[in-house]
């Protein structure tokens, strides 16, 4: 029995009921964030790359030339991943790509329109997070996001406000490929999911322009966006609690990014569970309607 007068965090983010999130995915959270490691270095590394992010980018705005390498940063990028980072926090972020790409893909095969086109950024292994047909799998990830919301906007087919009956609609987007985390391989180090978001986000800032940079930060403002479809069309208005731009024109770049990143990670990866739950409602529904529908022909027969 535990003491309920000492109770523990952890085991609330284990049994909160309304946790959109598999029991799976938070042993594994609880098990990245609950080192002593994280507990030391997290405040350390954030004070120093937040500090250093910000000098980065003032002097990339003063040079009278840009300073960037999408090579060193597919290179680097895979290494840091591969051997700096535990197996749970590689997984969470192989899982963003996915979870994402799937959001977008789902309103892309529900909307009545092949004009809004899917995507195919669908990663199971780290290898998979640098170069991806001559483009970087971050930059490609805020391509799609992008380009998935002038599709949506630019087109009069385009239905991303109605609400679609739960028998009509198309869930196949969600299926996912397993992922490999090589959770055997010797790391050199086992950084949480945060501190290796600031270490990433760094890297970005290093290796791409200040543009670039300023483009990839600002596309998180787009949950809004993207999560509005979801709800119109499922009729579910959870979605639009997840979003923590609410002002998608709004741009700005803020002082600490990493917290609007993790925020956008934190709500795509609630979505797409909350998707998960809608769609065991569609096979619940058939699968009633099925039962309703063979008692009614027996009851037809016996007359």
């Not at 995915?25 to 004070?47: G, M, Q, W």
């Not at 996912?176 to 790391?187: A, G, S």
Request: aromatic share 12%.
């Amino acid at each position: 029995m535990r003491n309920r007068l000492n109770p523990d965090f952890y085991d609330a983010v284990k049994y909160d009921p309304h946790l959109k999130i598999s029991a799976e995915e938070r042993a594994e959270y609880i098990s990245d964030v609950n080192k002593k490691s994280t507990r030391i270095l997290l405040p350390i590394i954030r004070f120093i790359l937040v500090l250093g992010i910000h000098i980065l980018r003032f002097i990339k705005r003063i040079l009278p030339f840009k300073v960037k390498s999408h090579g060193l940063l597919n290179k680097l990028g895979v290494w840091f991943m591969g051997n700096f980072i535990s197996p749970q926090a590689l997984g969470y972020i192989i899982r963003h790509f996915q979870y994402e790409s799937a959001l977008i893909n789902f309103v892309a095969d529900n909307c009545g329109s092949d004009k809004v086109e899917r995507v195919d950024l669908m990663p199971t292994h780290v290898s998979q997070l640098g170069d991806t047909n001559g483009v970087n799998a971050i930059m490609l990830h805020d391509f799609n996001i992008y380009n998935h919301i002038i599709d949506t906007g630019m087109h009069d087919d385009v239905n991303v406000t109605d609400r679609i009956p739960l028998d009509k609609i198309n869930f196949d987007a969600l299926n996912l490929p397993e992922i490999d985390i090589e959770e055997q391989r010797k790391r050199w180090m086992n950084f949480d999911i945060e501190t290796s978001a600031y270490i990433m986000v760094f890297f970005l800032v290093l290796f791409l322009s200040d543009e670039e940079g300023e483009r990839a930060a600002l596309s998180l403002q787009f949950d809004e966006s993207l999560f509005a479809s979801l709800s119109n069309m499922t009729g579910d208005d959870y979605f639009r609690c997840l979003c923590p731009m609410k002002y998608t024109h709004w741009l700005r770049y803020q002082f600490d990014v990493v917290k609007d990143l993790r925020w956008h990670m934190i709500s795509i990866d609630y979505a797409y569970n909350q998707m998960m739950s809608i769609k065991k409602k569609q096979v619940s529904q058939g699968a009633e309607q099925q039962e309703v529908t063979r008692s009614t022909e027996e009851e037809a027969a016996l007359a």
